[in-house]
């Protein structure tokens, strides 16, 4: 049976595509690609000679009825301008509409702008907020920020160059001056990776060039500290006489605070402190 092909494609150095995409783009009938331009030019460096048909943003409703025709007789492979197919791209029109026709869809993984540059940052990778390409006005792009300004994941997005200070800015007012890394134009011949804070990144960045993924710091978790209701409550179990290390335990359970220094209060209480 037919199958759609999502294939990774290099999101600049053109030898980062694997061999089983350069086999399978080799080997369908048909590549529907966001950007013929560039797939040709992929296609080229490798003497590959499959036919291409565009399939974008402003050709997607012209394109899927054909598509499907086509996946109902012959292999076709799913290619973005760069990257994985279906992340803030109209790829993802056609992966639903394949799925609800019954048609097999087979992921061909390789590069990806967004985990690249997370990798790369330097800040916290086990989980991460993907929010793609973010509004182009300056309300819209805060109300995003404010949205998830307290969640304590890393927060990765897409920005053009010429609306890159503006959301630096918007960044800075929403989310205060957290750490960062600015990822421009990676894998390619003018790779920039800057790390440091909102402001910084403002002062750096003057002149923006090129294609950026912003990497931005989650909402810093607080540490629990003893409050006073703690305090009352740590000094409770001392007066009824438990065992330290039963009441030190139990505390931290309860209120998060860790149990080096509750069980340093409680030896000032023993002392009389």
């Known amino acids: 049976m037919p199958a759609l092909y999502i294939v ?25 690609a966001e950007d013929t331009r560039t ?16 399939y974008h943003e ?6 899927l009825g054909y598509l499907l025709d086509c996946l109902k007789e012959k292999d076709v492979a799913l290619v973005s301008e760069a990257g994985m197919p279906g992340l803030s791209d109209p790829g993802y029109e056609l992966i639903a509409a394949a799925i ?28 991460f907020l993907y929010l793609g390409f973010l ?4 309300g819209d792009r805060q109300r995003v920020f404010q949205a998830v300004a307290d969640e304590p994941w890393t927060v990765v997005a897409f920005e053009a160059p010429h609306r890159l200070l503006k959301t630096l800015k918007d960044a800075l007012e929403i989310f205060g001056d957290r750490k960062l890394a600015v990822c ?11 790390r440091g804070r909102l402001s910084q990144a403002i002062e750096h960045f003057t002149q923006p060039r090129g294609e ?4 931005i710091e989650g909402k810093p978790r607080q540490k629990p500290e003893i ?7 740590l000094y409770e179990l001392y007066r009824q006489g438990s065992r330290a290390r039963e009441a030190v335990a139990r505390l931290s359970e309860t209120s998060g605070v860790s149990r080096k220094e509750l069980y340093q209060a409680w030896l000032r209480l023993a002392k009389g402190e």
């Open 8 to 32: 990774a494609t290099p999101i600049g150095n053109l030898e980062d595509i694997s061999l089983r995409a350069l086999r399978l783009l080799g080997q369908v009938k048909l590549i529907a």
């Open 39 to 54: 797939t040709r030019q992929l296609l080229n460096a490798y003497n590959i000679k499959t036919p291409l048909t565009s």
């Open 58 to 63: 402003h050709s997607k409703r012209a394109k």
């Open 100 to 127: 609800e026709h019954g048609v097999p869809v087979v992921p061909v993984p390789g590069a990806s702008a967004v985990i690249t540059a997370v990798v790369v940052s330097g800040l916290p990778a086990g989980q």
């Open 135 to 138: 509004p182009r006005r300056h």
């Open 184 to 194: 421009r134009e990676l894998t390619k011949v003018h790779e920039e990776v800057f």
């Open 212 to 215: 950026f993924t912003l990497v």
């Open 227 to 233: 409050t006073e209701q703690v305090e009352a409550e």
